[in-house]
T-cell receptor, first 114, second 116 residues
Framework: NAGVTQTPKFQVLKTGQSMTLQCAQD?????MSWYRQDPGMGLRLIHY???????DQGEVPNGYNVSRSTTEDFPLRLLSAAPSQTSVYFC?????????????FGSGTRLTVV | AQTVTQSQPEMSVQEAETVTLSCTYD???????LFWYKQPPSRQMILVIR??????QNATENRFSVNFQKAAKSFSLKISDSQLGDTAMYFC?????????????FGTGTRLKVLA
């Protein structure tokens, strides 16, 4: 049972490049989400999904796209990378459709935009 | 709007001692959930403990327990018999299922160092 798997673990992008951060979970969790973690700011929600085919915006969605074609996968796309998107990105999933039980997190992706 | 405040950016404790991390929150909701997460240097976020607001009894998980004061909107984490492996960032988080959304709000974290 792998839990939540994020790839890559590290990435360096040039300004204007695009890329996709991958997230997969094998626990049949309905709820998945993406957070970014910046120093002194805790974790901020980018996008979330309550099931396949259903996504919604979080607190800081600008510059990011998501889709949820399967229960297992929830990729995060950076459309045109900017230095302000330098951060650590976490994917998380939750049992049930309400997140009552707490999250299972991936190990994170450290992204640097130069 | 809901907010979560962790007023202690850094703390330290001697191995085997007890330490309490503070967390306060602000909400007008009556139905909500509170969590403490641990983030060790490996970066993986791990759920430590969970509290349901409608339950008066404080949650406990082995050496970890909470002091949940609903009226004061306080949710502190007590770590007993501290171990070197408890060295980590600790985040307090709040979630309410208002309006069918499930957005967590995280505090800014407390960095805990356990000293040998």
């Amino acid at each position: 049972n792998a839990g939540v798997t994020q790839t890559p673990k590290f990435q360096v992008l040039k300004t204007g490049q695009s890329m996709t951060l991958q997230c997969a979970q094998d626990m049949n969790h309905e709820y998945m989400s993406w957070y970014r973690q910046d120093p002194g700011m805790g974790l901020r929600l980018i996008h979330y999904s309550v099931g396949a085919g259903i996504t919604d915006q979080g607190e800081v969605p600008n510059g990011y796209n998501v889709s949820r074609s399967t229960t297992e996968d929830f990729p995060l796309r950076l459309l045109s990378a900017a230095p302000s998107q330098t951060s650590v990105y976490f994917c998380a999933s939750s049992l049930g459709d309400r997140g009552y039980y707490g999250y299972t997190f991936g190990s994170g992706t450290r992204l640097t935009v130069v | 709007a809901q907010t979560v405040t962790q007023s202690q950016p850094e703390m330290s404790v001697q191995e085997a001692e007890t330490v309490t991390l503070s967390c306060t929150y602000d909400t007008s909701e009556n139905n909500y959930y509170l969590f403490w997460y641990k983030q060790p240097p490996s970066r993986q976020m791990i759920l430590v403990i969970r509290q349901e607001a409608y339950k008066q009894q404080n949650a406990t998980e082995n050496r970890f327990s909470v002091n949940f004061q609903k009226a004061a909107k306080s949710f502190s984490l007590k770590i007993s018999d501290s171990q070197l492996g408890d060295t980590a960032m600790y985040f307090c988080a709040f979630m309410t299922p208002t309006s069918g959304t499930y957005k967590y709000i995280f505090g800014t974290g407390t960095r805990l160092k356990v000293l040998a």
